[in-house]
Nanobody
């Protein structure tokens, strides 16, 4: 059974940092892209950052470029999202997801999802 478990969310002041982690069950990590999505109340779920298997290709939404960094440790079946210089508009539920493909930027190809972790940035 495919399992993705996020952790690291919480409440932080604007300008602060958080690091999200996503632990994947064995066997689902192999050679496929991983990504982080977010969904704010009343808005669609959007792809925020994604990374291919070996970390040579990444995708970032324009709104987070220069502030967020995605990385993965394949030996630990874990993907991370380092979020710096957080803004109130970053407030959302953040979801870890696994793609069906190796390309990180194809949002429609992400089919396995974690339960989400809340990130709240106070201004």
């Amino acid at each position: 059974q495919v399992q993705l478990v996020e952790s690291g969310g919480g409440l932080v002041q604007a300008g602060g940092s958080l690091r999200l982690s996503c632990a994947a069950s064995r066997g689902i990590f192999d050679r496929l892209a991983m990504g982080w999505f977010r969904q704010a109340p009343g808005k669609e779920r959007d792809l925020v950052a994604a990374i291919n298997w070996i970390g040579s290709s990444t995708y970032y939404a324009d709104s987070v470029k220069g502030r967020f960094t995605i990385s993965r440790d394949n030996a630990k079946n874990t993907v991370y999202l380092q979020m710096n210089s957080l803004k109130a508009e970053d407030t959302a539920v953040y979801y870890c997801a696994r793609s069906r493909t190796t390309a990180p930027d194809r949002a429609s190809e992400y089919v396995y999802w974690g339960q989400g972790t809340q990130v709240t940035v106070s201004s």
